[in-house]
């Protein structure tokens, strides 16, 4: 009888090492109560710009399961983001996701400590003077953009070669919001690359003064095609250009388009080449994790800390290269991408070089010269590059659309 008790111990530690792992005491998981997660969109996924939110917003739902609660609100307006926002606030959650232009986070991130509030960056807003539950973030997409760049270059230059079209029938067109630095910063990393593969070509730049209206990109590409560019990109966030591109198309006149934030392959199936996005999963899967581990998200996130303000490129999978479509790429076009993005990665593609100037729009006394080079998110997220390449680039309109 000496030895009865050991059957009860051994049963005794069976059975708090069970109950230890369902916990995560041994795995640092725990089994707490469920984090609540929130997420503020400018739209809804009817939009290739929220749709690749809406996207990252899934993977988070199915890595984490029960662990996370996600709350969403869509179609915010900036004037009235302050409601939603309190809304979630209320409804429990640790962290806040917005992708839409306002400074009401700042605001509120003074006023509730106690939740992270995670911002795509924007030009207009600086990180002096905010709270240490602000944070920003973007993908350092200028990258993608070049390569996307040497996509069409690439098509250009098989144009080219066989005698398709003339030097001076080189022409390339670019759809974007308006001319800020950031879409001013991306339609010259696409220029740049397509000119280091077709040293020919030059732009035309049309605005439609809004980052989602269908209709107006559908209508400013339809200018570009009429004025003769055979390629054409955007930054705007439908696929009003694609839809452009694919009607001058079926009525005999090709031309080819490059997208933004999803495949255009279903919008644009005889005429789409290949699509950029910022891939938001990286940052915003870490970041919950961040807050579960009771960790300062950019001490845990790996990548470009601009102080509470993080950006990536390839190298971290913050930027991707979607779907190239092999039947109307040039030969050789997906071999020079991989060895584009590899060079990326590794830092040996300096993008805004070469032997051009640069003039500011807003002030054409300021201009740059970029046989120095210029180091784009190299300060800060959001791209800073505002100025207008000088004989390549014609911006055929004032940035209202007009």
């Not at 939110?53 to 662990?67: C, I, M, P, T, W």
Request: charged share 20%; glycine share 8%; aromatic share 8%.
């Amino acid at each position: 009888m000496k030895r009865a008790w050991i059957p009860t111990l051994l049963v005794c530690a069976a059975v708090l090492l069970a109950a230890a792992t369902m916990t995560g005491y041994w795995t640092g998981e725990t089994g707490g109560a469920t984090m609540k997660v929130g997420f503020v969109y400018s739209e809804d996924e009817s939009t290739p710009y929220t749709a690749n939110f809406v996207q990252a917003q899934r993977v988070l739902e199915e890595k984490y399961g029960d662990r996370i609660e996600v709350l969403y609100r869509s179609n915010v307006l900036s004037r009235d983001a302050e409601q939603p926002m309190l809304e979630l606030i209320r409804e429990g959650c640790s962290i806040l996701f917005i992708n839409m232009d306002t400074d009401v986070p700042v605001t509120l991130a003074r006023e509730y400590p106690e939740v992270q509030f995670c911002q795509v960056s924007l030009p207009n807003i600086s990180m002096e003077g905010t709270s240490d539950n602000y944070h920003t973030f973007n993908g350092e997409i200028y990258q993608a953009r070049y390569v996307s760049g040497i996509v069409a270059g690439m098509k250009l230059r098989q144009l080219l070669d066989s005698g398709a079209i003339r030097p001076e029938d080189a022409l390339v067109g670019f759809v974007g919001a308006n001319d800020s630095t950031e879409v001013i910063s991306g339609y010259t990393a696409f220029l740049l690359g397509v000119r280091s593969v077709a040293p020919e070509a030059s732009m035309r730049v049309r605005y439609t003064g809004s980052w989602s209206n269908f209709s107006a990109e559908r209508e400013q590409a339809r200018r570009l095609i009429e004025e003769g560019c055979i390629i054409i990109a955007q930054h705007v966030n439908t696929s009003g250009s694609a839809a452009a591109c694919e009607e001058a198309t079926a009525h005999g006149h090709t031309v080819y388009h490059i997208g933004y934030h999803q495949s255009m392959m279903d919008a644009a199936p005889s005429c789409a080449l290949v699509s950029i996005r910022t891939n938001w999963e990286p940052y915003i899967l870490e970041a919950v994790q961040a807050v579960m581990n009771s960790e300062k998200i950019e001490s845990f996130i790996k990548a470009h800390d601009h102080g509470r303000d993080l950006s990536a490129g390839f190298e971290s999978g913050w930027v991707e290269m979607l779907e190239l479509n092999r039947f109307i790429a040039a030969p050789g076009t997906e071999e020079k991408m991989e060895r584009a993005i590899d060079s990326l990665k590794k830092g040996r593609t300096r993008v805004f070089s070469g032997n051009y100037t640069g003039v500011n729009p807003r002030n054409p006394s300021d201009t740059i010269d970029l046989n120095a080079g210029y180091t784009e998110n190299q300060y800060g997220s959001n791209p800073t590059f505002g100025y207008i390449l000088k004989d390549c680039i014609i911006v055929e309109n004032n940035g209202n659309g007009r």
